[in-house]
């Protein structure tokens, strides 16, 4: 048995059932904002996202360029982390 707490479902001994998964990931999508529905549409972070909107600012891309922009945006902030 399961309990609610504040909008969040607490799982009884750790574990939810189909049901009650789906029932919290419908929550999660609902609370998120447009550009985290993009982030997830993309496979993109919020940091790798703002580099490929950078990247990709004004382009038109074939879906091959944009996975490709996409990687670059990864590799770019893996790197830059790097530095730091």
Request: aromatic share 8%; charged share 20%; no cysteine.
């Given at each position: 048995?399961?309990?609610?707490?504040?909008?969040?479902?607490?799982?009884?001994?750790?574990?939810?059932?189909?049901?009650?998964f789906?029932?919290?990931?419908?929550?999660?999508?609902g609370e998120l904002d447009e550009e985290e529905k993009r982030g997830v549409r993309e496979s993109l972070n919020e940091?790798?996202?703002?580099?490929?909107?950078?990247?990709s600012q004004g382009i038109e891309l074939s879906e091959k360029e944009r996975a490709e922009v996409k990687n670059v945006a990864r590799?770019?902030?893996?790197?830059?982390?790097?530095i730091w």
């Open positions: 048995m399961s309990v609610l707490d504040g909008k969040t479902l607490v799982p009884h001994n750790g574990a939810y059932t189909a049901e009650q789906f029932d919290q990931l419908k929550l999660f999508v940091e790798e996202l703002a580099i490929f909107d950078l990247l590799q770019l902030l893996e790197k830059s982390l790097m």
